[in-house]
Nanobody, 125 residues
């Protein structure tokens, strides 16, 4: 069982940047494909980005491609989401998630077993 804790959210102006972190405990993250998802008020949770266990393959939602970068440092048991050129429509609670071990990354929310509590990102216009 792996526990995930997100941090790094906050309030930023449009065009600004934030870096979210997802720290794991209980298990080494190096065996897990990881994803970031977000949920805006009144909307369903949606896929943002995902990364394979070794960082070799990444996936992005079209809405964030070219602006967001997912990365991982397995030695620190942490996954990151660098968010640049933020827009008001990026406002949401951001969640990190882990698949069961030894599986490839996925864009599908139901493929993820472990979830953090989320961190709020608010982008003002």
């Amino acid at each position: 069982h792996v526990q995930l804790v997100e941090s790094g959210g906050g309030l930023v102006q449009a065009g600004g940047s934030l870096r979210l972190s997802c720290a794991a405990s209980g298990r080494t993250l190096s065996h897990y494909a990881m994803g970031w998802f977000r949920q805006a008020p009144g909307k369903e949770r949606e896929f943002v980005a995902a990364i394979n266990w070794n960082g070799g393959t990444t996936y992005y939602a079209d809405s964030v491609k070219g602006r967001f970068t997912i990365s991982r440092d397995n030695a620190k048991n942490t996954v990151y989401l660098q968010m640049n050129s933020l827009k008001p429509e990026d406002t949401a609670v951001y969640y990190c998630a882990a698949r069961p071990p030894f599986l490839v990354a996925s864009t599908q929310i139901n493929d993820y077993r472990y979830w953090g509590q989320g961190t709020q990102v608010t982008v003002s216009s």
